[in-house]
Nanobody, 119 residues
């Protein structure tokens, strides 16, 4: 079982910055991925950025060059530094943890944190 708690969301003007944090607790695994997804009003949840022990770091094209994902393994923390925010970035941001168990992938989600970018 993995428990995730996000924080750091809020209201920011376009061009501004926010730093999201995700505190993870629970079981440990040899191989996993952890990252950020977001869900904008009326849209499907989409992957934003991810760290995978086997595949490295991923960024969605829409955030490359503006967002930076990082982790502090000792503290079980994941971060997302978001710079040059645009109104299209308004969404609920979720932390997601996933690991494989044979042919089955297990996923855990945090409760989400709201990010609102005003124009």
């Amino acid at each position: 079982e993995v428990h995730l708690v996000e924080s750091g969301g809020g209201l920011v003007q376009a061009g501004g910055s926010l730093r999201l944090s995700c505190a993870a607790s629970g079981s440990t695994f040899d191989d996993y991925s952890i990252g950020w997804w977001r869900e904008a009003p009326g849209k499907e949840r989409e992957g934003v950025s991810c760290i995978s022990l086997s595949d490295g770091t991923y960024y969605a094209d829409s955030v490359k060059g503006r967002f930076t994902v990082s982790s502090d393994v000792a503290k079980n923390m994941l971060y997302l530094q978001m710079n040059s925010l645009i109104p299209g970035g308004t969404a609920v941001y979720y932390c997601r943890f996933a690991y494989g168990d044979g042919c089955i992938e297990h996923t855990y989600w945090g409760q989400g944190t709201q990010v609102t970018v005003s124009s």
